[in-house]
Structures are given as structure tokens and as C-alpha cells.
T-cell receptor
Framework: AQSVTQLGSHVSVSEGALVLLRCNYS??????LFWYVQYPNQGLQLLLK??????LVKGINGFEAEFKKSETSFHLTKPSAHMSDAAEYFCAVSDEKLVFGKGTKLTVNP | EAGVAQSPRYKIIEKRQSVAFWCNPI?????LYWYQQILGQGPKLLIQFQNNGVVDDSQLPKDRFSAERLKGVDSTLKIQPAKLEDSAVYLC??????????????FGPGTRLTVL
């Protein structure tokens, strides 16, 4: 069965600093990978997805992620954190259905 | 375009009571999903509909949970009787195509259920 592991349930960065949220996947077939963001009391919103085209995927709000098959990773990055980025981020892998990781809560300090 | 609508947003019930959640997907979306999100975890798929047929309900506790999608549009999820461990956020999502693996799912705001 496919699965994802998100390293670090909480990440704290200063405003303007690099954001790096880690995701490793387990899949027996080439995966489709997603990052979703969830703001407090809201549903999930798609940030970006990898569907076997370019390995570097650009998403909304300045986020991007790089698919690395050799490392089975799909880490999410943003060069400069903004206060509005504070939220919970979920990595997910899709085969016949979406399987989510446990999430990483991002805190941005002023 | 209007997003996925869910109601109620919050519900508090006592164990052994019943509860129902409603979802209205984005207009024209063929596929509808119900997820359970327990505090501190990612969403877990409960059931997937394509139009008004069930595609996957392998993780739905069928002894107490039921769901239907009337006329391939709105959907209701019911729990009867509720248990303490059912306390969670119930998310509805929809996608435009036939539930293919690369399809983007659009999520509603969820219903937060507390079972006392």
C-alpha cells in the first residue's frame, strides 16, 4: 500500500526565512504526489501536485516542491516565509485514492 | 464558482445518538468523497462516489456509518449510533473527472463533530 511520512509534526521559522517541509513516500509504482494546506477551521486547499511531468513543481503562494525518485522524497519549500503561511500542511500520495500524511504545522514568528 | 458546501459546521452529540452531515459539491463535479480527520492526523477516506454509485467504501465502518448521494449531486453521511471515537472533522470533497489519480480534489470547510 502507498503511504507518506512527514518528518516533523511542528516546524517553526522566522518571517523571511526559508521554509522546508519534508515528505517521503512509499510506492510500488510511479506516484502522483500532492501538497495541500489547511488554514484553521477551513478545508484543504491544493498547493501543488506532481503528475510525472517536470520534477520541480511550482505551486501557489510561492511554494514549490521537487520530486526525487532516488530519495523517494517530495519536500515542500518556500524561499521566504510570510506570516500568512502559518497553517497545517499535508503531503499526499495517490494511486486509486489519496493517502495523506499526518501533517506538519508551520508557525511563522515575527 | 461556488465551492463545496457543508452543513452543519459544528455538532455536539452524546454517544449512542445519531447525526447526519450534508454536502453539496461543486456544480458539475462527478466524484464526491467523504473523509474523516481525527485531531492530529491527516484525512482518511471513508467513501467515494462517482455520480451516484459507490466506488470505494472499504474504510467505512458500515455497522454504524452510511452514506448516499442522491441524483448524483448532494450527499449525506450518517452515523448511528455514535461512539466517542467518532469525534473528528468530517470533510467532503469533490473532483471534476471520474476520480482519476491525478485529479485535484476540492474540499469543503468540514463539520466538526464532538461526541460526549
Amino acid at each position: 500500500a502507498q503511504s507518506v511520512t512527514q518528518l516533523g509534526s511542528h516546524v517553526s521559522v522566522s518571517e523571511g526565512a526559508l521554509v522546508l517541509l519534508r515528505c517521503n513516500y512509499s510506492s510500488s509504482v510511479p506516484p502522483y504526489l500532492f501538497w495541500y494546506v489547511q488554514y484553521p477551521n477551513q478545508g484543504l486547499q491544493l498547493l501543488l501536485k506532481y503528475t510525472s511531468a517536470a520534477t520541480l513543481v511550482k505551486g501557489i503562494n510561492g511554494f514549490e516542491a521537487e520530486f526525487k525518485k532516488s530519495e523517494t522524497s517530495f519536500h515542500l519549500t518556500k524561499p521566504s516565509a510570510h506570516m500568512s503561511d502559518a497553517a497545517e500542511y499535508f503531503c499526499a500520495v495517490s494511486d486509486e485514492k489519496l493517502v495523506f500524511g499526518k501533517g506538519t504545522k508551520l508557525t511563522v514568528n515575527p | 464558482e461556488a465551492g463545496v458546501a457543508q452543513s452543519p459546521r459544528y455538532k455536539i452529540i452524546e454517544k449512542r445518538q445519531s447525526v447526519a452531515f450534508w454536502c453539496n459539491p461543486i456544480s458539475g463535479h462527478a466524484t464526491l468523497y467523504w473523509y474523516q480527520q481525527i485531531l492530529g492526523q491527516g484525512p482518511k477516506l471513508l467513501i467515494q462516489f462517482q455520480n451516484n454509485g459507490v466506488v470505494d467504501d472499504s474504510q467505512l465502518p458500515k455497522d454504524r456509518f452510511s452514506a448516499e448521494r442522491l441524483k448524483g449531486v448532494d450527499s449525506t453521511l450518517k452515523i448511528q449510533p455514535a461512539k466517542l471515537e467518532d469525534s473528528a472533522v468530517y470533510l467532503c470533497a469533490s473532483s471534476p473527472a471520474g476520480g482519476i489519480s491525478t485529479d485535484t480534489q476540492y474540499f469543503g470547510p468540514g463539520t466538526r463533530l464532538t461526541v460526549l
